[in-house]
């Protein structure tokens, strides 16, 4: 029978990439026994690895697909398909950035800046294709971990990657410029992508997974209103497309159906209400697909 063989990222994403594969149907187990966890579809072989290592074995073909982030596909030079952008991390689902931070009182505050300095960084080859095209020749050395505290002393700057900027405030560090914006992504192997079973079962994995962060944040709504109201609501509902309007038994009544952002509810409800909306019920979604 052939297998899909998947790699899963170990570490900081490792137990939401769990969540997001159980929403989506597929149950992953022992990971936290094994670096090969079983996942309830015999056609799926998963094993778990650092998202750094990643690109380079889907690249390799040793891994059929897997999910890494843009910023090691970059790092590892990886030449892989990028068949789906999923947007989510260990906490938020907002794209990560390394940036280039000094300390507070540098007189470090551009890239030009750069020349001649240490840059402490994980992403070494990232961060010398960044001076080599600002036309920079600087020090790039690995940083095997705890690079906030590296500057002064062990280094004029440090490459490093952030969500909000929180941690690099609290080490007094101050951000100079974007290297790179990165976000979760599911690559294939390309002689992988090239074989009809391998791709199928790939695609239909990143349709799920899609359809599981498309549906965050959003709720179905359902309503009932008058006929000589209903303008009034379509005026008020946003949809993804145009609210479902079915008859009911009463011809001078309509059923809606649409979609929204959870957050606005709590100031479009009142005003349904006000509009002659009945019957307004809320219910949470597991996945959309557009």
Not at 65 to 84: K, P, R, S, Y
Not at 99 to 108: H, R
Not at 242 to 263: C, G, Q, R, Y
Request: charged share 25%.
């Amino acid at each position: 029978m052939p297998v899909l063989r998947l790699g899963l990222p170990k570490g900081s994403l490792e137990n939401t990439t769990f969540e997001l594969f159980a929403k989506a149907g597929y149950k992953i187990e022992g990971a936290s026994r094994s670096y090969y966890p079983t996942i309830d579809d015999p056609e799926i072989e998963c094993v778990l690895l650092r998202a750094q290592e990643m690109a380079r074995y889907v690249d390799e073909g040793i891994l059929d697909a897997g999910l890494t982030g843009l910023d090691w596909i970059l790092e590892n030079d990886a030449e892989v398909v990028e068949v789906a952008e999923l947007v989510y991390g260990k906490v938020g689902r907002r794209p990560l950035r390394w940036v280039v931070a000094v300390p507070q009182d540098s007189p470090i505050h551009s890239p030009a800046d750069l020349q001649g300095k240490r840059i402490a960084t994980e992403a070494v080859g990232m961060t010398r294709r960044y001076l080599e095209k600002h036309g920079v020749q600087a020090m790039v050395e690995f940083s095997w971990g705890a690079t906030e505290v590296k500057p002064p002393y062990l280094a004029d700057a440090i490459v490093e990657i952030t969500e909000t900027g929180s941690s690099l405030r609290a080490n007094n560090l101050r951000i100079v410029d974007t290297v790179c914006t990165t976000t979760t992504r599911f690559i294939a192997n390309k002689e992988a992508w090239r074989d009809s079973f391998k791709r199928s079962k790939i695609e239909r994995l990143a349709m799920m997974l899609q359809g599981v962060l498309a549906a965050e944040k959003k709720v179905g709504l359902m309503l009932n209103i008058h006929k000589d109201n209903l303008d009034r609501v379509l005026g008020i509902l946003p949809a993804l497309h145009k609210p479902t309007i079915s008859s009911l038994a009463d011809e001078n009544w309509f059923a809606l159906m649409t979609i929204v952002d959870e957050a606005l509810i709590r100031d479009i409800a009142p005003e349904l209400i006000e509009a002659g909306a009945t019957g307004i019920v809320e219910y949470t979604l597991n996945k959309i697909f557009y």
